[in-house]
């Protein structure tokens, strides 16, 4: 069965303070690892997808990277308009797993205080 | 713009009343998702449409359904909710598995069971 862990579950920053996420996965056959931002209320918002060990790609303040058993949300310095709970999920590719299925972590909650 | 749309945003029912969720998209994505999203857990399938075709995961309750009557628009029953059910709903589209065209996602349906 595919697993996500993210951890950890909640992070409080003070502006400017830079950290990383982290994203644990076990699957049968990794297509792509995506990491979304969550604001209260709302839908996921798309920020990454990453499909291959030693890829990175980075968006402003963000840069994400994958290893073969983990990913890694950076954050440079980050706002207080950063603030919001960030998920990641995978698709895998094999082992019956429902087609175009992402599995999510539980998120990890990001405080950034002024 | 192209998006993904939820109705109703907010959707209180009573135990055991059935209750409809509605999405609809301009995208034309031919691949429909709805996601139950507990509170501090990560968003689960519960399943999908891949174009006409229904596809429920195994754990997914009988007292979830689902309709597709066009490629726009997609809807989630439930029969006789329970206050277990309490949740926000997330629709997802893609085109295709979604790993290179991506997913987007609508704002969601905070259901409340009383």
């Known amino acids: 069965e595919d697993q996500v862990t993210q951890s950890p579950e909640a992070l409080r920053l003070q502006e400017g303070e830079s950290s990383s996420l982290n994203c644990s996965y076990t699957v049968s056959g990794l297509r792509g690892l995506f990491w979304y931002r969550q604001d209260p209320g709302k839908g996921p918002e798309f920020l990454f997808t990453l499909y291959s060990a030693g890829e990175e790609k980075e968006k402003e303040r963000l840069k994400a990277t994958l290893t073969k058993k983990e990913s890694f949300l950076h954050i440079t310095a980050p706002k207080p308009e950063d603030s919001a709970t960030y998920l990641c999920?995978?698709?895998?590719?094999?082992?019956?797993?429902?087609?175009?299925?992402?599995?999510f972590g539980q998120g990890t909650i990001l405080t950034v205080h002024p | 713009d192209a998006m993904v749309i939820q109705n109703p945003r907010y959707q209180v029912t009573q135990f055991g009343k059935p209750v409809t969720l509605s999405c609809s998209q301009t995208?034309?994505?031919?691949?429909m998702y709805w996601y139950q999203q507990k509170s501090s857990q990560a968003p689960k399938l519960l399943f999908h449409?891949?174009?006409?075709?229904?596809?429920n995961e195994a754990d997914t309750p009988d007292n979830f359904q689902s309709r597709r009557p066009n490629t726009s628009f997609c809807f989630l029953d439930i029969r006789s909710p329970g206050l277990g059910d309490a949740a926000m709903y997330l629709c997802?589209?893609?085109?295709?598995?979604?790993?290179?065209?991506?997913?987007?996602f609508g704002s969601g349906t905070r259901l409340t069971v009383v």
């Open positions: 999920a995978v698709q895998a590719g094999a082992g019956g797993t429902s087609y175009g299925k992402l599995t």
């Open positions: 997802a589209t893609s085109r295709g598995g979604g790993v290179r065209s991506g997913y987007t």
């Open positions: 449409y891949y174009d006409k075709d229904f596809n």
């Open positions: 995208l034309n994505h031919n691949v």
